[in-house]
């Protein structure tokens, strides 16, 4: 059981960890733990990225002994080759994602499964990309601007509409580089084809090539993807939750939604709280059915229907080990495909749901858009109906249960702020009053925190120190991801809680305008709303971008996804701050072209620091921050 006036320790997380896991054991379940452990040594040209597999005359491995493949590539074209590979998987990832849900609200109607909820959010876009909605059905609006954005997916000219979101000076930098994002799909494609055998092998070329296609997904792809999530689910306000494995109820039917696409989870949300389905829960035994999220999906209904999250990316095997655990519902992205031989070793529902994310020891309940409201139902029915066939003696939740409040979309956050400033308010509120603040110095900065956990560094640690190190310096954090159930666990984002973890100025801030000091932004997509609040700050302050206290952060990220993020944040002009290192080290031109004074640095303001000692990450994230306060000589 956690103190409720304490955060919840990485140690306590562990010790409930090592009791699930002696659970396992007893039902003779694999762990990600002990697949650690038959992995390592991991292979040292994988890790450094010098072998290439690209054409069949190799695999060939860089050493001093040989330092160019069988084509002639050199090492420096290898390492960058597969940087952009890696990132071009994470920008078609986030894209595809965002189409689908540019493809939902292409199928929303009045009384359907889909309606429009933020009717103004979606005015708002119309008008940005100049559709007429003038005396229009809000529905013909809606399918317009699906349409539209799905264009931009595949369009033969121009660049992204959503860069004109950006500052001038940024959308400047992107076209001086010419690394703006044209079509989504063709930066993606392009990246697949310049990084074909005998393509680019020059490593300004390709990395140049990663921070575009990282770009066609942050102010494309996702972007797509949040927009037309709020425009269809509600765009999040702060809403009070909990977090950590305790949110799972002994004498419920338990449902884990895990994944990205909230289309599936708002449905099975839905049906979860159908009386019909409370009904048969109840004539199950179960005193009725608790929904909680895994990963991204339980970041996106935590964020707009207050869903409890049960963990994140490393905790997802512990939901199972719980035992009681009926169904574990998942979509696309950041499934473990040890789910399926994991559930049946409990009596746990493992259910897949798109074609894009099929796995062996699953029940494949297809759910599509068209058919959304029967899928759903058939789901929570099937959850709901497995109750009975849980083993009441392999069942252990342990109580680790933080509050959290979560839903600080930008708006919310401009919101928040109007709430405490006098200041002139237009339609979409002002970023000023953070600015001030920043300036002031009651606030020293700001750090974006993002990312997933990754066996590599202590799960969570990483995250939740670094947290406390910066709030104590009066840097306000904001999160998305899994980084934000970190915090979220950890009691981070209580608002009565984590402000005895502030300094003097941060802990006023946070009172006076009834915050926690962690704000929730979102799941990974979302880093999308975060390249938003910095273009208004830049804005509002009359700075550029490269200029504001504020750098991003991912301690313990593992996917292409974040890769694709980290290109993006950087060329969006953030210092962004990594824990692990991007399969780059190999070569000493990539490193300096993402790490050093040239490349990036040159083309977009920003580069990024590696640094796999979290202590000194922290460090020298604080010292960037003042570093940029002192330029500004506030
Ligand atoms: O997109 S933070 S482990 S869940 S990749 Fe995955 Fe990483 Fe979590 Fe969401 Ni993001
Ligand atoms: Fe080897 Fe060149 Fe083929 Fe790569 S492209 S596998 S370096 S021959």
Redesign the pocket.
Known sequence: MNDWDKLVTVEQMEEATNALLETGKKVGADSWQQRVKNQTPHCGFGEAGTCCRICTMGPCRITPKSPRGICGCDVHGIVARNYLRFTAGGAATHSDHGRSICHTLYQAKEGGAYQVKDAEKLTRIAHEWGIETEGRDIYEVAHEVAEVALMEYGKPFGVQRFLKRAPEHTQKLWHDAEIEPRAIDREVSQSMHMTHMGCSSLPEALIKQSLRAGLSDGWGGSMCGTEFSDVLFGTPKPVDTTANIGVMEKDMVNIIVHG?DPSLSEMVVFYANDPEMIALAKEQGAKGINVAGV??TGNEVAMRKGIPMAG??LQQENVVLTGACEAIVVDV??IFPALGPLSKCFHTKFITTSPIAQMPDAEYMRFSEETAAENAKKIVRTAVLNFKNRDQSLVNIPQLKSKARVGYSVEAIKKCLDGVTNSHVDETGTLKPLADCVKSGVLRGAVAMV???NPKVRPDYAHIELMKKLLKNDIIVVVS??SAQAAAKAGLMDPELAPQYCGEGLKRVCKLVGIPPVLHMG??VDISRMMILAADLAKDWGINISQIPLVGCAPE???E??VSIGNYVVATGIDTYLGVDPYSKGSTEVTELLQGETGCKEWVEAHYIVDTDIESLGDKMIADIEAKRAALAI
Do not use: E, L, T, V
Request: hydrophobic fraction near 20%.
């Open positions: 990205h990963c991204c994140n990316f992205q950041c990312g997933c956990n991801g899994c799941s990974c990220w593992m996917s996804k974040a």
